[in-house]
């Protein structure tokens, strides 16, 4: 279960400093936060939701979290930055949750660390996140 504000850690910046969310709103399979003290004219949202489809063994489950930052454009206009993980799990037909655990590992992995490094780089030099960023291979 996801705290009411996410104020101690949960969520940092490129540097490694801690951005506050407080919850904004529930609905069904969906939680909002937004972030403490943002500016009106630019929110800044984190949001998880869930989507279950099938049933029985062939019984998926498609969980999202996702954040969207509003940010000034050189032109100023307003403009969202996206940035959203997926994990699609066939629930229906697993054992347990020892793969999407697994697959989930190895994604934050190659998005906050290079090679043999046993440090989190928050700063988007981690090769997945230097990839989606620069739009390299």
Do not use: W
């Amino acid at each position: 279960m996801l705290p009411t504000n996410l104020a101690t850690n949960e969520v940092k910046n490129a540097a490694g400093a801690e951005i506050e969310f407080s919850r904004l709103s529930t609905l069904d399979r969906s939680v909002t936060f937004a972030q403490a003290n943002e500016q009106p004219n630019l929110p800044h949202r984190l949001k998880v939701s869930h989507l279950e489809s099938g049933a029985g063994v062939l019984l998926r489950r498609r969980s999202v979290a996702r954040i969207d930052k509003t940010v000034a454009g050189v032109s100023g206009t307003p403009r969202v930055v996206s940035a959203y993980c997926v994990l699609d799990i066939p629930v229906g037909d697993l054992g347990a949750t020892t793969e999407p655990t697994a697959v989930v590992a190895e994604l934050n992995s190659f998005m906050a660390s290079l090679g043999a490094s046993t440090t989190i780089l928050y700063d988007g030099t981690g090769y997945g996140s230097a990839a989606l960023i620069n739009g390299s291979l």
